[in-house]
Nanobody, 124 residues
Framework: VQLQASGGGLVQAGGSLRLSCAPSGRSFSRYLAWFRQAPGKEREFVAA????????YYADSVKGRFTISRDNAKNTVYLQMNSLAPEDTAVYYC???????????????????WGQGTQVTVSS
């Protein structure tokens, strides 16, 4: 399975970016998620979506600003990021979990495959 993440870049505080993740090589995973990792920090959960049903889950730090969605026809998951702040600066990774259970969706080790990461930099 390969996960192709794209859409990162440099944006000013208050701006927006949309990340995309397109998994290939295997049928739909149970969950697709976005994590991020800032320099010197652990990888942290951002958002997840259950492919079947579309239920979404967010970290408290991004709730109300970020939206995760999916396009079944394109087999692509998006992360719309609005009202970006400097503390959102990180490498963002998408991840696919085929046997992930709900209680574990915020845990990196619950995911089977990871994308290469895309840098998001928010300037103040």
């Amino acid at each position: 399975v390969q996960l192709q993440a794209s859409g990162g870049g440099l944006v000013q505080a208050g701006g927006s970016l949309r990340l995309s993740c397109a998994p290939s090589g295997r049928s739909f995973s149970r969950y697709l998620a976005w994590f991020r990792q800032a320099p010197g920090k652990e990888r942290e959960f951002v958002a997840a979506i259950r492919w079947s049903g579309g239920n979404t889950y967010y970290a408290d730090s991004v709730k109300g600003r970020f939206t995760i969605s999916r396009d079944n026809a394109k087999n692509t998951v998006y992360l719309q990021m609005n009202s970006l702040a400097p503390e959102d600066t990180a490498v963002y990774y998408c991840a696919a979990g085929y046997a992930t259970i709900l209680s574990m969706i915020r845990t990196p080790r619950a995911y089977d495959y990871w994308g290469q990461g895309t840098q998001v930099t928010v300037s103040s």
